[in-house]
């Protein structure tokens, strides 16, 4: 099975950081993170990769040439300003007939033995892998005069997921791909027809928006810890 990585971005967010290289090149501990996701998937037995390249590719195929960390890896020109959708469908001949799609800025422990059985178990086209949402902001919880209760910094908001990416989808999925974005077209798009399912994983997942991200992910590895390898 291939991994599609979404490597196009201009990575406004991270932005100035991102004015002279793309933000899949970040480095994190001296590597791009980028390679941070791709070693996961390695380690998890994945050796095919297709990475969808557009802002400032130039940077990521002099980096990857010559390079193999033991995988085969393609770089696809899908285009400047292409959004998600638009970059995961022009890469479509690629693809096999069930692949996975992620984002090249975040790492997380899912197992992805799991994933897949869980997709293949619901016959659907596509399975997103979700986490709780932390808030990046406390939360306070307040009586009915207005006297605060509790306060919890950062939560998990147990109850409301998000996308983290790691999405498994069958090939046939392109017969009702519809719209540029991945993440306001395509996926609300199945979800009307009922064929998007989402995977629930508690375990770690963060993606690095900021240099603040980059640098908590440094303490981390300083420290000895890499939270987003699956441990057997």
């Not at 009702?176 to 995977?199: C, D, F, I």
């Amino acid at each position: 099975m291939k991994v599609l990585i979404l490597c196009g971005g201009k990575g406004v967010r991270s932005f100035p950081f991102t004015q002279y290289m793309p933000k899949p090149m970040l480095p994190i501990a001296g590597t791009p993170v980028v390679v941070h996701v791709i070693k996961s998937f390695i380690q998890q037995g994945y050796s095919r990769f297709v990475l969808s390249a557009g802002y400032r590719q130039s940077v990521l195929r002099d980096y990857f040439d010559g390079k193999q960390f033991g995988a085969e890896i393609e770089i696809v020109d899908s285009g400047e300003d292409a959004d998600t959708g638009e970059r995961v469908i022009r890469c479509r001949d690629y693809l096999n007939d069930r692949f996975i799609v992620t984002y090249s800025d975040g790492l997380c422990d899912v197992p992805l033995a799991r994933l897949i059985k869980f997709h293949s178990s619901h016959g659907g086209l596509a399975t997103v892998t979700c986490v709780p949402m932390r808030s990046q902001y406390g939360v306070l919880q307040l009586t009915s005069g207005g006297q605060v209760k509790q306060i919890h910094e950062k939560p998990l908001m147990q109850d409301h997921w998000i996308n983290a990416g790691f999405i498994v989808f069958e090939r046939a999925v392109f017969d009702y791909w519809q719209g540029e974005s991945l993440e306001r077209h395509v996926l609300p798009n199945l979800t009307a027809r009922r064929t998007l399912y989402g995977y629930q994983h508690n375990g770690f997942f963060k993606s690095v928006d900021s240099y603040k991200d980059v640098m908590e992910f440094e303490e981390l590895i300083e420290s000895g810890v890499s939270p987003w390898i699956v441990r057997s």
